[in-house]
């Protein structure tokens, strides 16, 4: 069965950090392009970073850039979310999403160019 799952979620302070980590079973990862996503309470899912399948590639939503590091380990199976400096506003459950290359890239922050989704981990930023 084709899964995504991911964890690592949890309550952290501003300016703290947590890793987030996306496992692939049933299917070999490599073969996918990755993104993440977060939603927020009464808001739209927006597309946070995106990863190519080498690892050569990366995206990022200008609300990350600096703060936030996707990669990725082909061997393991896992995808990575790297968020540093976290700020209240970064408060969101958090998805990764599997989608083939040639479509995911050419809009990663679309929803519908990715096949399968995980179940979502909760990251909470507060004091």
């Known amino acids: 069965q084709v899964q995504l799952v991911e964890s690592g979620g949890g309550l952290v302070q501003p300016g703290g950090s947590l890793r987030l980590s996306c496992a692939g079973t049933?299917?070999?990862?490599?073969?996918?392009?990755i993104g993440w996503f977060r939603q927020a309470p009464g808001k739209e899912r927006e597309g946070v970073s995106c990863?190519?399948?080498?690892?050569?590639?990366?995206y990022y939503a200008d609300s990350v850039k600096g703060r936030f590091t996707i990669s990725r380990d082909n061997a393991k199976n896992t995808v990575y979310l790297q968020m540093n400096s976290l700020k209240p506003e970064d408060t969101a459950v958090y998805y990764c999403?599997?989608?083939?290359?040639?479509?995911?890239?050419?809009?990663?922050?679309?929803?519908?160019?990715?096949?399968?989704w995980g179940q979502g981990t909760q990251v909470t930023v507060s004091s």
């Open positions: 990863i190519d399948r080498s690892g050569s590639s990366t």
């Open positions: 999403a599997a989608g083939k290359e040639a479509l995911v890239v050419t809009d990663w922050v679309l929803n519908n160019r990715y096949d399968y």
């Open positions: 049933g299917f070999p990862l490599d073969y996918y392009a």
